[in-house]
Every structure is written in C-alpha cells, then in structure tokens.
Antibody, heavy 121, light 111 residues
Framework: EVQLVESGGGLVQPGGSLRLSCAASAFTFSSYWMSWVRQAPGKGLQWVAHIKQDGSEEYYVDSVKGRFTISRDNAKNSLYLQMNSLRAEDTAVYYC??????????????WGQGTLVTVSS | QSVLTQPPSVSGAPGQRVTISCTGSSSNIGAGYDVHWYQQLPGTAPKLLIHGNSNRPSGVPDRFSGSKSGTSASLAISGLQAEDEADYYCQSYDRSLSDYVFGTGTKVTVL
C-alpha cells in the first residue's frame, strides 16, 4: 500500500526557516510527480508546489515563490520542502501528495497524514 | 479566496441522495480542465474520491459519482451513510492563475 509520511513540522518564529520531509514507500517514487498541499487551521486546501519525476521542473503558488523550495532525492525515496522567511499566514498542516495526470490536468491520488507548521512569536 | 465555489454545507437523512456543486469559470472548469473530488474525514488527510470528472479509484463505493457540465461540476452521494460525514473538496486547474485550485469545501452532515 502506498505510504507517505511527513516530518519536520513544528513551531518557528516569523522570518525563520523549516525543512519538511516526506518519506515514500510501496511505489516507484522516481516515476511520479510529487506535491505539497497545505491546509490552514479550519480552512480549505491550497496547492503549494510540485516537482517533476527527475527534479527538472518545479512549480509554486505565487504566495510562496522565492521563499519555498521543493526538492527530491529519488535514491532515498524522499520529498522535501525548504521553507524560508516564514510568515504567520504559512501556518498550516502540510501534506505530501503523489501526483497523477488525467487527460487534461493534474490531481493528487495519495496523501500523507500531514505535519503541522506553526509560525508564531 | 478560491475560484471554485461550493456550498458550505449540505445534509441528508441516511439512505438519501445529496449533491455538491462546484462552480467555476471560463478560466478553469469551463476551459476544459478536469475536476477531481476529495473526501476529508474529521481529523484525517484528504482522500481521492473522483478523478477526471467521473472516474472512481479502486475501493471507492459506487454510491459516489461525479459529473461536469459547462463551468460547473457536481458530486453526488446516493444511499447516504453515517460514515459519509466529512468535508468534500473539488479541484481543478486555473489557467489565469496558473495554479491548481481547490473549491471552498462542503461539509456533509448525515441527519
């Protein structure tokens, strides 16, 4: 069974940094696009970033461009999200999600359990 | 503020049929992009329910069905069960934003 396990969340001060990790298992990690999706407390879902199988393409939502970096290590079956210059509005549960393609666009077919990031002084 | 609008809540008695709408525009659903649906049970991660407008992944009961027309899409749950109480989100792509966007979410309550 596909498994995605996030780690690295916690409390950080505004302006600080945090690195999230996602360990993948039970599928060929190097064959899939991977994504991060977040959910602020009591709010809806927001796509954050995704990365191509070989890491050659990365895409971000405007609100995190220049501050967040998505990366992957296919040898370790791991996905990462480096978050810098964190703001209060980045407070959310961050989910790692496997990507899939329908004929016309992209969706998320498996999700991890999430890791909570709290940005507060 | 999401570009895909859903009703905040819907409710129904056990066994009834409920539908959840997802209203977009000509830059997302109306532009031909597919709609996908996710179920989020309380305190858990989202789970894929419908992909490509109307396709159910393996293991999803056929009580769940999806459709798309024009600038909107719908998720129908027939034979409503207590275990269906959850939040439901639609998702598509918006070419004006160049973003993958989610709907505002709908809470389903089983009376």
């Amino acid at each position: 069974e596909v498994q995605l396990v996030e780690s690295g969340g916690g409390l950080v001060q505004p302006g600080g940094s945090l690195r999230l990790s996602c360990a993948a298992s039970a599928f060929t990690f190097s064959s899939y696009w991977m994504s991060w999706v977040r959910q602020a407390p009591g709010k809806g879902l927001q796509w954050v970033a995704h990365i191509k199988q070989d890491g050659s393409e990365e895409y971000y939502v405007d609100s995190v461009k220049g501050r967040f970096t998505i990366s992957r290590d296919n040898a370790k079956n791991s996905l990462y999200l480096q978050m810098n210059s964190l703001r209060a509005e980045d407070t959310a549960v961050y989910y790692c999600a496997r990507g899939a393609w329908s004929p016309h666009d992209y969706y998320f077919d498996y999700w991890g359990q999430g890791t909570l990031v709290t940005v507060s002084s | 503020q999401s570009v895909l609008t859903q009703p905040p809540s819907v409710s129904g008695a056990p066994g009834q049929r409920v539908t959840i709408s997802c209203t977009g525009s000509s830059s997302n659903i109306g532009a031909g992009y597919d709609v996908h649906w996710y179920q989020q049970l309380p305190g858990t991660a989202p789970k894929l329910l419908i992909h490509g407008n109307s396709n159910r992944p393996s293991g999803v009961p056929d009580r769940f069905s999806g459709s798309k027309s024009g600038t909107s899409a719908s998720l129908a749950i027939s034979g409503l069960q207590a275990e269906d109480e959850a939040d439901y989100y639609c998702q598509s792509y918006d070419r004006s934003l160049s973003d993958y966007v989610f709907g505002t979410g709908t809470k389903v309550t089983v009376l």
